[in-house]
């Protein structure tokens, strides 16, 4: 239709609008075309509109707003076509998703739907049954329903990968994905030693891994890696060619042994997941990730936020080492406020766990149940809540702890 050249663009017909003061009661419609506003009313439908200038064209929203706002519904009807369909989310997001619902008719607009004889009753039809726009984040406590059902016939589901020490499969029912795992100790207290030995487990599972261990070149962790895997120190050529043949049909290692961007860790462990399909990833350790913004416990909080929506994300598991506080005294067990960094970095985590080194362990004069080397302290287990201790027995010569009666660490 002809329209005065640079006229001020607003809605056609917008002058037979009916408005009533109780907002609540309004509703309008909006049309792409002059002939569907006209169509339209043919069928006896008030409050319709048509936009100007095409579907690109937004200026008039601008032009309209106080008209606008008076309307608590408003009804899109755009064509069915590539330009109407895609018109309809900018639209929606000016206009407010809360009020606009998009209706879909039988031919491309309401001047063929008229043209083709479509009854009044398929438009009012086309009208009840408007598509609502709610966003994907905001759901009904309905629709988990099912879900919910699942967990309480099948609790077994929602148990994770088997950790390899049998006590700490029973307190945390395993490695669950989608969590972050962390690991906090003094130095020499065994936490990398413990972690690695539960990777290596994953690993005799099948679960595909990948570690960041920054803190040791790959060749001096791999080699840490034999041993555990072996149970000894001293293997042949054959014995470690044959064990990397294992380990590198699961195992990935980031070639990177010194401090590192946090956005570079994310960047190749989403490589690592989406391509290899990995699982479980570690990250040894959390003093050696170089963080941005001049606020270090601010910018550790981040780093663990981005932890759990990557964890969330590609539902995997993530282990990180985060050093403890020093303490006066080491022989003292820790606890969660130990851990290096702000409180909400312990708050953010799924799990927490500390080991602790007996440094009177070896002592002569202890009961048996004081003869340990190291306790594994789990202080924090979202899911379940158990929380508890783990008495280990480190073997030097294989590298490996035990819990107590254990003989046999792998499958």
Request: charged share 30%; proline share 3%.
């Amino acid at each position: 239709m002809w329209q005065e050249t640079n006229a001020e663009p607003v809605l056609f017909n917008r002058d037979n609008v009916k408005v009533s003061n109780d907002k609540n009661e309004n509703l309008l419609i909006i049309v792409e075309g002059q002939y569907d506003c006209i169509a339209l009313t043919q069928y006896g439908i008030e409050n319709v509109t048509s936009i100007p200038n095409g579907t690109l064209a937004l200026g008039w929203i601008e032009n309209e707003w106080d008209f606008l706002e008076q309307f608590n519904e408003i009804y899109l009807v755009m064509d069915n076509d590539i330009a109407g369909q895609t018109a309809i989310k900018p639209l929606v997001n000016r206009l407010g998703i809360w009020r606009c619902k998009s209706v879909r008719l039988p031919y491309k607009d309401a001047n063929e739907c008229l043209v083709n004889n479509v009854s009044n009753e398929e438009i009012a039809h086309c009208f009840e049954n408007a598509e609502e726009f709610t966003p994907d984040e905001i759901k009904s406590a309905g629709e988990y329903c099912k879900e919910v059902i699942d967990i309480f016939k099948n609790p077994e589901k929602y148990c994770g990968f088997d950790t390899g020490f049998p006590e700490l499969t029973e307190i945390l029912h395993g490695w669950r994905k989608s969590e972050v795992n962390i690991w906090s100790g003094q130095g020499h207290s065994g936490k990398s030693t413990i972690l690695n030995q539960t990777i290596l487990y994953s690993g005799s599972l099948g679960v595909k891994c990948c570690i960041a261990s920054l803190e040791l070149r790959p060749a001096r962790y791999l080699k840490w890696a034999v041993e555990q895997t072996l149970g000894k120190n001293d293997p042949t050529e054959d014995e470690i060619i044959k064990c990397f043949e294992w380990i590198d049909s699961w195992l990935y290692v980031l070639d990177i042994s010194n401090t590192v961007y946090g956005s570079k860790v994310f960047e190749l462990f989403e490589f690592t997941a989406r391509k290899y399909g990995t699982e479980i990833f570690v990250i040894d350790s959390l003093m050696k990730v170089r963080l941005k913004g001049n606020d270090e416990n601010m910018s550790k909080i981040q780093f663990i936020d981005d932890l759990t929506t990557f964890a969330k994300k590609f539902n995997v598991v993530i282990h990180l080492v985060a050093h403890s506080r020093k303490q006066e005294d080491d022989r003292s067990k820790p606890d969660k406020s130990a851990v290096k960094g702000a409180v909400e970095i312990t708050d953010m985590a799924d799990n927490v766990l500390i080991m602790w080194r007996n440094e009177d362990g070896g002592r002569d004069d202890l009961e048996d149940d004081e003869r340990y080397d190291a306790l594994l302290i789990i202080k924090k287990n979202r899911e379940f809540g158990n929380i508890g201790k783990i008495r280990l027995y480190f073997d030097p010569k294989s590298r490996r702890f035990s819990c107590y009666g254990q003989s046999n660490f792998f499958k």
